[in-house]
């Protein structure tokens, strides 16, 4: 028989912690959610529905991992912090019993690099703000079957990886972003949710993957392309993509090759014209091996 799992509240989070003699640590961003409410709305925006298995970065004390699975879901949580890691089952077999026990896999390890279970469709998480975006690209570049999610990161950050070209926060995280699929804000979070307290503002990202533009060889051509343009926003395409291409003079030359303006720069161009780049960057790498003129 299916229990619903109980919610974690805000004397039970604190409660959590003081068993576990923790301080919460600002370097690995660790703010609990504890409101109820907050935790069911994001379980909504991200569609988790009983056939999922959803992959959570940063469980802490188990408030988000509770609510996916009292959608039915099963869960895969990844946490760097041990004795988090450690405490997660008893805090589900408590609130959820063994219906939720069952339905939870808990990785300890750092999310950069730990290798992901085959099957995962959603990602859900309260991400660490100081490396969201690292672990967002990280996990759609290694995890194939990732189709979307929602990620609650620090508003400055989500609102970069949500940027549309000609913005003043349009950058590299946003191209990179779009490569893979359509982010887009889903809404804002009041910073009382959290214990403790953050001193930032933030927001609900969502996403839904799309077919890639290219292959890995591609995607990294274009990505050196994205850093170097972005670099020094100030300057021309021309300019800023002379570091990869040889000088201005060869920029000037990739950039007429994929039809694009050498005076223009980084962030009036989409994920499509960076792509363009990309394969006149490596067409120009194939005919100079080729030895064509």
């Known amino acids: 028989m299916t229990v619903e799992p109980r919610l974690l509240t805000p004397a039970d989070v604190r409660r959590l912690a003081a068993g576990l003699g923790l301080t919460p640590a600002k370097r690995l961003g660790q703010n609990f959610v504890h409101d109820g409410n907050t ?3 994001i379980v909504r ?20 991992t509770l609510g996916l699975l009292a959608a039915g879901a099963s869960v895969v949580a990844i ?7 450690a405490l997660l089952p008893a805090t589900v077999a408590d609130a959820a019993g063994v219906d ?9 390890g750092d999310a950069m690099t730990e290798p ?32 979307s999610g929602v990620v609650m990161v620090q508003a400055e950050v989500g609102e970069r990886l949500a940027a549309s070209p000609g913005s003043k926060i349009y950058g ?9 699929g359509r982010f887009a804000l889903a809404g804002t979070v009041g910073r009382s949710v959290f214990w403790p307290v953050p001193n930032v503002d933030s927001v609900l990202v969502r996403f839904e993957r799309h077919a890639p533009p290219g292959d ?5 051509a274009v990505f050196r392309l994205v850093d170097a343009a972005f670099q020094q926003r100030r300057k021309t395409l021309r300019q800023s993509l002379a570091s990869v291409t040889g000088g201005p003079a060869a920029a000037a030359a990739l950039l007429s090759a994929a039809g ?30 080729n030895g064509t003129p």
């Open 45 to 64: 925006l991200a569609g988790v529905a009983p056939a999922d298995i959803v992959l959570e970065v940063g469980p802490g004390l188990g408030s988000l």
């Open 39 to 41: 935790v069911r709305r």
């Open 116 to 147: 992901v279970p085959a099957g995962v469709t959603r990602l859900v998480a309260n991400l660490p703000y100081n490396v969201a975006v690292p672990i967002v690209l990280r996990l759609l570049a290694d995890v194939p079957s990732l189709a």
């Open 79 to 85: 946490e760097l912090d041990e004795r988090l890691a």
């Open 100 to 108: 939720g026990g069952a339905r939870l896999t808990v990785l300890s």
């Open 172 to 180: 590299a995280p946003s191209v990179k972003a779009a490569w893979y």
């Open 260 to 289: 694009l303006d050498a005076g223009d720069r980084g962030e009036r161009l989409d994920v499509g014209a960076f792509t363009a780049l990309g394969r006149a960057l490596l067409r120009g790498a194939r005919e100079s091996a």
């Open 216 to 220: 890995d060889r591609l995607r990294g």
